[in-house]
């Protein structure tokens, strides 16, 4: 009732709002892209790692459905556009929250920005099949996730078992590997002292890859940097 009464209130019943003329979807990504860009943090750079050299002969991207999107948080503040990849996430009391990758894909923005000659996609769902194209690769940009919702309580800090036996792993066979966090806050890295770069993108949104491949790359620099 007291929603209904505002609405009456302040006349969007009679008058409801009408849109003036076409939405620019692409000016709306590039602020997306730039509110990323400053909230992209560099967690550890040992040796300057980063930013990457442009023109490498291969580069390898694992995990996190980076070939589709970036991890968006779940509940109603959560946005899905059109592409999004959507898959189950949880139910709670009848109502299904579905755990949404917006389509903004790491993967093809760092074939864009790397201008290497190959940039490889691993699942990381077999570790042996990952592990075989690290050993080949120059650098391996490794994405992690950890997945946050209204009504659902998150059980401790630390990423899935599987995700840090897959860091652990790429990291043994290629020292050049790289960690990108998608989470929504805080995570243990028991592995930090096995890779030489991790940065934070949180919940990109929907101009995320391009924002992560900048960072990468130099083309931007990341909104904060841990001392």
């Known amino acids: 009732m007291r929603i209904l009464r505002s609405l009456f209130a302040v006349g969007a019943?009679?008058?409801?709002?009408?849109?003036?003329?076409?939405?620019?979807?692409?000016?709306?990504?590039?602020i997306a892209q730039r509110e990323a860009e400053q909230g992209i943090v560099l967690?550890?750079?040992e040796?300057?790692?980063?930013?990457l050299k442009r023109g490498a002969k291969k580069l390898l991207v694992v995990g996190a459905h980076a070939d589709h999107g970036v991890l968006a948080g779940?509940?109603?503040?959560?946005?899905?556009p059109v592409g999004s990849l959507r898959l189950p996430g949880i139910d709670f009391?009848?109502?299904?929250?579905?755990?949404?990758?917006?389509?903004?894909?790491?993967?093809?923005?760092?074939?864009?920005?790397?201008?290497?000659?190959?940039?490889?996609?691993?699942?990381?769902?077999?570790?042996?099949?990952?592990?075989?194209?690290?050993?080949?690769?120059d650098a391996v940009i490794l994405f992690v996730e950890?997945?946050?919702?209204?009504?659902?309580d998150a059980q401790g800090l630390a990423l899935s078992k599987e995700q840090n036996q897959l860091v652990e792993a790429l990291a043994a066979v290629n020292r050049r590997?790289?960690?990108?966090?998608?989470?929504?806050?805080?995570?243990?890295?028991?592995?930090?002292?096995?890779?030489?770069?991790?940065?934070?993108?949180?919940?990109?949104?929907?101009?995320?890859?391009e924002a992560i491949a900048g960072v990468l790359f130099g083309r931007v620099n990341p909104g904060g940097v841990y001392r």
Request: glycine residues 10%; aromatic residues 6%.
């Open 177 to 209: 590997t790289i960690v990108v966090l998608e989470t929504g806050g805080p995570v243990t890295l028991p592995w930090l002292d096995r890779v030489p770069a991790v940065l934070e993108a949180w919940y990109p949104g929907s101009g995320g890859g």
């Open 13 to 30: 019943i009679a008058h409801p709002a009408t849109p003036k003329g076409d939405i620019d979807y692409s000016a709306h990504r590039l």
């Open 47 to 51: 040796r300057d790692i980063l930013p």
């Open 93 to 137: 009391m009848g109502i299904e929250t579905q755990k949404v990758y917006q389509p903004s894909s790491p993967l093809w923005a760092i074939r864009a920005e790397s201008t290497a000659a190959e940039v490889a996609y691993a699942s990381g769902e077999d570790v042996d099949e990952a592990v075989e194209q690290a050993k080949e690769a």
């Open 146 to 152: 950890e997945w946050r919702s209204e009504a659902l």
């Open 74 to 80: 779940g509940g109603s503040s959560a946005v899905t």
């Open 43 to 45: 967690l550890k750079n």
